[in-house]
């Protein structure tokens, strides 16, 4: 669930955001800043040309000529001006485009070795609008932004410098609006600052939702439930519009303010200007320049209050950005992690102990023991703990109490590359990506050949159903598989993990979808595959764990009992309730 992220704004995590130009200040940046500087020199120094100097000399002495020049020289400065925005727009964009890049790279990356309990916390939604939207927010900061701050304080600074140099009376009479106006824009900071979180956070749930309509849109007709969603989400999108026209109605107000200070010191300039003019303190042509460079004054004061909200909404997004960026994985690895050359499969669960949250434990001091190239199963009842066990021996979660050992290794001590690449799982719900039937095949295993894709597919059966396929194995597929049934989609995810070639192979309720027909055509498959590895199998449909080595029946996160099928069934305990009552449903039905 994503929360707002109450952080006052700093400089520092403003800081960390421009680490990312680092990469390109001796290349890009230079060029920009170079472009920036040539356009802000002309437009300091135009005004004293044309007014200080200029109009006095030409007033003072009516040189016609001179003024051509002077025409030709201006035109020739805006014209370097000009140039140098040229270069500015062109390589700050470019910059823009690469830390835009580099950063959604980073995050993508970072999300990639987060561990489980990071996803089962938020949804896909608002992971995936911390990718987009909001590193897409910070596109303008970068382009635009950055050098238009440091051009406008330049520009400030050089007008202000200017300004003292022509005036020092009118200088000051003028800066006395400044301090009302900074005390009022500090108190304005915080609101707006507040209001673009929310904005974010709105967008987040939005997204969110779109997410979760998308992919549940089957069961919301299902269940005619069409009208109650449309209305949830107009709800969410009124509030969305409400957030943003709220910001931008804050934000809207900062540049207002800056035109009433202006409109003040306008009027100071034409008061005490023509004081200072019939004092003789105070030339024509300085006056012309002075009014020049105030009405420039204002105008980078206007924009850093544009770069400002800028600001507030890279640093909104920038917030929810780093904080994904400083989450760490809830399964660490070890700088001296093993890694395994040749795993065996031996398993071992050391009383161990696991709790998904606080309120319920999923294992209670569990102890069995798993052996190189055994088939075992884990029967029990939804909640019973059969799934956790084999998230622990994927190290997809650490037990909060005890040790799995692998192969005499407490797994934690393990690389998780070399233990995952050396384990597959088959879900009951299994995940078919966008792509070809041969990719997605081949994903466990990309330097795989197309003959060993085959063959894999041809062991477990798939083949003949994809070679009547349009297109056979490089027909495209959809996100999820949608044009293959639920059991099709299960044999390409059965031909997939068996084309990995693991020591550990996990099905997890793998044949729950797939007719009995298909099911005996696997297991007769496994039968061969499985010699030599070491499979878990978790299976509510009993007829297919019989041939097990090994079952352990499972309630509340303990074992109740413990041997193969003939065993358990003499007996006479939980596990031979659960074939009865089975077998009296299947007579039943």
Do not use: C
């Not at 449309?230 to 540049?255: D, P, V, Y």
């Not at 309730?577 to 299947?586: C, D, G, N, R, Y």
């Amino acid at each position: 669930m994503d929360e707002a992220i109450e952080k006052p704004f700093n400089w520092k995590q403003m800081s960390r955001l421009l680490t990312y130009m680092k990469p390109y200040t001796k290349t890009i940046l230079p060029i920009a800043i170079l472009g920036m500087l040539l356009s802000t020199a002309v437009r300091l120094l135009a005004p004293v040309l044309i007014g200080a100097y200029a109009l006095d000399h030409i007033i003072e002495v009516g040189d016609v000529n001179f003024l051509m020049i002077m025409v030709g020289v201006i035109a020739f400065m805006y014209m370097i001006s000009w140039f140098g925005n040229v270069i500015r727009i062109k390589y700050m964009n470019k910059l823009g485009q690469y830390i835009i890049f580099d950063l959604r790279k980073a995050l993508f990356n970072h999300i990639q070795r987060l561990s489980h309990r990071f996803f089962d916390q938020r949804s896909a939604g608002s992971i995936l609008v911390r990718i987009t939207n909001d590193v897409n927010s910070l596109q303008d900061l970068f382009t635009n932004g950055v050098i238009n701050m440091l051009m406008d304080i330049i520009m400030l600074i050089g007008i202000i410098v200017i300004l003292f140099v022509i005036s020092p009376e009118l200088a000051l009479a003028i800066m006395v609006v400044l301090p009302l106006m900074f005390f009022i824009s500090t108190k304005l900071r915080k609101n707006i600052r507040r209001s673009w979180q929310d904005v974010r956070l709105k967008q987040s749930m939005i997204n969110s939702h779109l997410n979760e309509s998308i992919q549940g849109i089957r069961i919301t007709q299902s269940y005619t439930q069409e009208k109650h969603n449309i209305g949830f989400f107009k709800n969410m999108n009124g509030l969305n519009f409400e957030s943003w026209r709220q910001a931008t109605m804050r934000s809207a107000f900062f540049r207002p303010f800056v035109e009433m200070s202006g409109a003040i010191g306008t009027a100071v300039l034409l008061w005490y200007g023509v004081v200072l003019i019939q004092q003789g303190s105070l030339s024509i042509g300085e006056f012309f320049t002075f009014s020049l460079f105030l009405g420039m004054f204002w105008e980078p004061i206007s924009r850093l209050g544009m770069v400002y909200n800028q600001l507030l909404v890279g640093m909104a997004s920038s917030e929810r950005i780093f904080e994904f960026l400083d989450e760490k994985p809830s399964v660490p690895e070890k700088k001296e992690a093993v890694k395994l050359k040749d795993m065996k499969g031996h398993i071992i669960f050391d009383n161990v102990e696991f709790a998904y949250n606080a309120e319920r434990k999923a294992l209670k001091g569990i102890s069995l023991e798993m052996k190189e190239g055994q088939t075992v199963a884990l029967v029990g009842h939804t909640g019973s703990g059969k799934t956790t066990i084999v998230n622990l021996i994927s190290r997809f979660y650490d037990p909060t109490g005890g040790r799995v050992l692998l192969d005499g290794y407490d797994i934690r001590d393990i690389r998780l590359d070399s233990l995952r690449e050396r384990v597959s799982i088959v879900l009951q719900d299994t995940f078919i990506f966008s792509g070809t039937i041969m990719d997605n095949i081949r994903f466990g295993r990309p330097d795989a050949t197309d003959e060993e894709v085959i063959e894999a597919a041809a062991t477990v059966g798939a083949d003949p159903f994809i070679q009547l396929l349009h297109n056979g194995y490089e027909t495209e597929v959809e996100e999820r598989g949608n044009v293959l049934s639920v059991g099709e989609r299960q044999l390409i995810s059965f031909a997939r993990a068996l084309l990995a070639d693991p020591q550990i192979l996990i099905l997890d309720e793998a044949t729950a979808s797939i007719d009995t027909e298909t099911e005996q055509l696997i297991q007769r498959a496994l039968k061969r595959l499985l010699k030599g590895r070491t499979a878990i199998m978790i299976a509510h449909r009993l007829s297919t764990i019989r041939e097990a080595d090994n079952i352990f029946v499972l309630e509340h996160g303990t074992i109740l009992e413990q041997g193969n099928h003939d065993e358990l069934m003499d007996q006479r305990g939980e596990y031979y309730e659960l074939v009865k009552s089975q077998f009296k449903a299947i007579e039943a039905g």
